[in-house]
Each structure stands twice: as C-alpha cells, then as structure tokens.
C-alpha cells in the first residue's frame, strides 16, 4: 500500500504526559499538512511542511505542540503535557506542490489521541 | 480567520442529484477551491477540485461562481454508498496560509 500511514493508530494517554505521533506520507509527495479534528467538526489546520521547510503553523496551536519533518520525509507531530483538550482525531495528508496548496491532499486514516 | 458555512445535513433518496453549497469569503484568489468526502473513522477523500467556473470528473461536478464567495458540489444519481459527511476546503490568506475546512455536510441517502 502507498498511500499515507499513520503511527500509532490509538493512543491513551495520561494528563500531563508527552505524546508522539509519525506520518509516512506518499512517498513523492513533497508537502505534508497535520490537522486534528474533533467528533463532529470539520479538520482544523495545525501545519504543513515543504521537503523540510515548516512554511505555516496555525496561530491557534498552543506552544505545546511542535512538528518535525527531517530530511524531508516522515513527519512527527510532539503534544507536550497533554491536556483533556488534546483529546481528538489528528490527521496527516500529503499532496505534491503541483496541486496547488488547497488542491488534492491525501490523507492517512489518523491517530485518535484519548486523555484521560 | 474567515468562516466557511455549509449546511449541517441533507436528506436525499437513491437515483437523485445532491447538491451542497458551502459559502466561504476571504479566501485566497489563486487556489483551487476542494470537496472531500468522510465516511467514520476514516480520513477525508478527495472528490473534486476547481479554481472557477464548472469542473466535472467521474463522480461529481463542482460550479464556483466568479467571485468565488460560494461554491456547489453536485452529486449525481446517488446511491447509499454515498451517504457520508461532505467537506469544502479552501485556503485562507490571513495571519499567515490557514487551509480551512468547512463544518461540513452530513448527507444521509435512503432507499
């Protein structure tokens, strides 16, 4: 299968712990977007990289969340002291530039994140 | 940020055409405009992209107006595979490139 993965697929975490998430997207494709989405709404944007360059970060993303995208390849996205709010479907699709930036992404099937 | 609507929900019988409007202002003049579909626990998928006018592939056709505030997704003769929940996508060129979904449109088909 080459479309977009996602690691892990379920997490369960405790208040106040660092979690870790890892994309792998198509392997051409050169931009990659991470988006959380909660029960019944839309995605909302967190970030998207170029190859390596990290070109946007939603102003509305806490400072307890960094994403990495070395060599330009895999991408991990960190949550640092979690809160319950954190609590949420994060997705990570990845389009080539030529599709334009709101043109056709793919997407992986996402890391549902649980805090208790 | 600007706001994207679209309607919460739609019913719809089997052999008809869907269409869903989703009204977005603010939005970059030189990207595409995007729909993608939803079914549960899995991620969005593509359906159709446009930067204006009419664009129709092999599974729906999009109608972006000229000054692109709106745009209509058309479903045709749909089936109950169908039903899933509806997503505009549009770029956003305010504090920075924000990619904004729209609240989406839960589309539920009968038989």
């Known amino acids: 299968d080459t479309g977009v993965s996602q690691d892990p697929r379920h997490k369960i975490t405790k208040r106040g712990q660092n979690v870790t998430f890892r994309c792998d997207p198509i392997s051409e494709h050169n931009r990659l977007y991470w988006y959380r989405q909660t029960l019944g709404q839309g995605p909302e944007f967190l970030t998207y990289f170029q190859n390596e360059a990290q070109l946007e970060k939603s102003r509305l993303l806490s400072d307890r969340f960094s994403a990495e995208r070395p060599k330009g390849s895999f991408s991990t996205l960190e949550i640092q002291r979690t809160e319950q709010g954190d609590s949420a479907m994060y997705l990570c699709a990845s389009s080539s530039r030529t599709s334009g930036g709101a043109g056709e992404q793919f997407f992986g099937p996402g890391t549902r994140l649980t805090v208790l | 940020l600007a706001k994207t609507t679209q309607p919460i929900s739609m019913d719809s019988y089997e052999g008809q055409e869907v269409n869903i409007t989703c009204s977005h202002n603010?939005?970059?003049?030189?990207?595409?405009i995007t729909w993608y579909q939803q079914f549960p626990s899995q991620g969005p998928r593509f359906i159709i992209q446009g930067y204006k006018t009419k664009v129709t592939n092999e599974v729906a056709s999009l109608f972006i107006p000229a000054d692109r505030k709106s745009s209509t997704l058309s479903l045709p003769r749909v089936s109950l595979s169908d039903t899933a929940v509806y997503y505009c996508?549009?770029?956003?060129?305010?504090?920075?490139?924000?990619?904004?979904f729209g609240p989406g449109t839960r589309l539920s088909v009968l038989p």
């Open positions: 996508l549009v770029l956003v060129i305010s504090y920075g490139q924000n990619f904004v």
């Open positions: 603010n939005i970059a003049t030189n990207d595409y």
